[in-house]
């Protein structure tokens, strides 16, 4: 092997060392983001909140579209869920 060879082997062999070195790196990154990312479940798990306020929530939610909709089918099935809805809540504060 002639001096030439020997430098370009050296320039290859550090080429690749550091390309491992800056994959290794941003996976090491990755994760450090990971970690201190909030988790998904820790975000608002919809069944932490009482059902009472769940009911509300829905009460509030379809009066408002019901209040926005002018098409009857959808007003009648608002107006629907919304008396089962009213009851469910009447039974929970009998509780």
Known sequence: MTADEVTEMVKWLIAVVVAA???A???YFRQ???RT???PEAAGDPFTIPKPQRIETAIATLEQ???ET???VI???VQNRLKQLRAEQQRSQQR
Do not use: K, S
Request: aromatic letters at 0%; proline letters at 10%; hydrophobic letters at 45%.
């Open 37 to 39: 990312q909030p988790q």
């Open 70 to 72: 002018d098409d009857p």
């Open 21 to 23: 070195a800056v994959v």
């Open 75 to 77: 007003r009648e099935a």
């Open 25 to 27: 790196m941003l996976v």
């Open 65 to 67: 579209i019901l209040d």
């Open 32 to 34: 450090q983001r990971r």
